[in-house]
């Protein structure tokens, strides 16, 4: 029909299940990703967006089902038949993880050159000056002014350490990044700035990321699909603005109308 | 194939908030548009007209009936593809023109009007843009400020750009002459005269009789399709 369907998906997963206890995480998850697609995912707290993203990024081990990533071999596998250091290159090298809070994803007791740098001597990098330089270029990417380099997060502002949270995961450009919440807690204009810097980001580098949020804005903004879950299960899927312009089920219709225009 | 065929469309909403009220809003819905041929939708305010033009676009949903869009030797369902065709279709072969500017802050109007095209050079693309918001009467003291802040006259202006700049097979304008003035009315009447020389096929709303009358070659009373509530 088209030149997509020669195109293979980027991960796959199918029947994916966390039990914690006898409490659910997520049930019967099911979805296929490509190169440079975003996806919101979003549902209220304790909707299971969460762990599905920690179960999806390899954090913790599913009760059931599977998740298929390509290699950049092209061949395909199963996230948890490969070895623990293979997952754990992935983690490093091919994939990012944006937190919510940049505490997380930041060593706040090194500079912020340094906590860019340390991802890509993780993936190989030993040449201090090429290092530095790629550093410098990735903090003008994410508007950090060059004088501040040698300074710790712990001196950025909240939005500040949100970008070197930025610059640290996308220096080492992966294929696909996973955020959580990314401009939660930060201020408006400061949301503003990071969602423009996102989206230019992500499309200029193609890369397909999965973002969780509660905030139905961001996902208009950042993402071309969108997956709705409530306790535990996804209930509705399908383009960003089509679910959210036209939502069939009960609970998305409640989710949108419950936004306060501006 | 046509470059756009309906046929047996309907569309109800149901909602759900407010006792599953359902609202039918079409059925039987049919009709197709040729290539250089431009198809203006009538009837009164509430009659479906603008819901047409989202369900081609993939924007609402679509419950019975095909919405073909011819892609190559062959044709796309939009309502039947997936999430990622009806993607690709919108960026190669549906352009649509929308009522209102949907502004992203701290995007200024070039960039604004230069991301509807996404397969050609960053340069190229903002070299196209800065042609339109011209051809548009846009003054260029305003290019790079984000256009949130603009009058509604500029916002429009910024859109028609945005929404003219990619030259697909298949063009969809809902209202593009509300509220302008005469001269840019005639850019827009213009524009789609051109784009009709090259084929591209037209699904147009425009209530101001002149304009119709310029650009449509056959109307369509959508009051024909309303679903009895």
């Known amino acids: ?262 | 194939m046509q470059p756009l065929e309906l046929s047996g469309v309907a569309k109800t909403f149901t909602m759900h908030l407010q006792g599953s009220l359902r609202l039918p809003v079409l059925r039987s819905l049919g009709f197709s548009v040729a290539p250089g041929q431009c198809v203006a939708l009538t009837g009164p305010s509430g009659a479906g007209k603008s819901s047409i033009l989202k369900l081609i676009f993939g924007n609402y949903r679509c419950d019975e009936g095909s919405i073909m869009v011819r892609d190559g030797d062959g044709a796309v369902d939009i309502a039947r593809a997936s999430p990622r065709q009806i993607l690709s279709l919108r960026r190669r072969k549906l352009g649509y023109v929308t009522q209102f500017l949907r502004a992203v802050p701290r995007v200024g109007a070039l960039d604004t009007v230069a991301d509807a095209l996404t397969d050609v050079p960053r340069e190229t693309a903002r070299a196209q843009a800065a042609a339109m918001l011209a051809r548009f009467n846009v003054p260029e003291r305003l290019w790079n400020l984000p256009p949130a802040t603009f009058s509604g006259g500029e916002q429009q202006r910024i859109n028609l750009a945005r929404g003219f700049l990619p030259e697909t097979p298949v063009l969809l304008l809902d209202e593009p002459t509300a509220s302008l003035d005469a001269c840019n009315r005639d850019v827009v009447v213009d524009l789609v005269c051109e784009r009709k020389r090259q084929g591209v096929a037209i699904v147009a709303i425009v209530h101001d009789d002149p304009v119709r009358e310029a650009i449509a070659d056959t109307s369509i009373d959508v009051t024909r399709f309303a679903a009895a509530a």
């Open chain 1, 1 to 262: 029909m088209s030149a997509l369907t020669d195109e293979k998906p980027l991960l796959r997963t199918d029947n994916l299940t966390k039990w914690y206890g006898r409490r659910l995480g997520c049930r019967d998850v099911g979805f296929d990703l490509y190169e440079g697609e975003v996806m919101a995912v979003v549902g209220e707290s304790g909707s299971g967006k969460s762990t599905l993203l920690q179960l999806l990024s390899a954090q913790i081990e599913p009760s059931g089902g599977r998740i298929l990533y390509r290699l950049r071999d092209g061949s395909e596998a199963d996230i948890w038949q490969m070895s623990e250091p293979m997952r754990r290159f992935l983690f490093r090298a091919d994939w990012g993880y944006v937190h919510q809070d940049a505490q997380l994803g930041l060593r706040m007791g090194i500079s912020a050159g340094g906590n860019v740098g340390e991802r890509l001597m993780a993936v190989g990098w030993r040449n201090y000056g090429a290092i530095r330089t790629c550093a410098v270029d990735w903090l003008a990417r994410v508007e950090i002014d060059q004088e501040r380099i040698d300074d710790t997060p712990r001196t950025y502002s909240g939005g500040m350490r949100q970008r070197l949270q930025i610059a640290r995961n996308l220096v080492t450009a992966p294929r696909l990044i996973f955020m959580d919440e990314p401009t939660g807690g930060l201020d408006v204009s400061v949301q503003a700035r990071l969602l423009d810097l996102l989206r230019r980001l992500v499309a200029d580098l193609n890369i397909a990321a999965i973002v969780v949020t509660h905030d139905l804005a961001v996902a208009r903004l950042l993402s071309n699909r969108i997956m709705v879950m409530k306790a535990g299960e996804v209930i509705e899927t399908g383009l960003t603005d089509q679910v959210l312009d036209d939502p069939r089920e009960p609970y998305t219709q409640l989710l949108i109308s419950s936004i306060l225009p501006a």
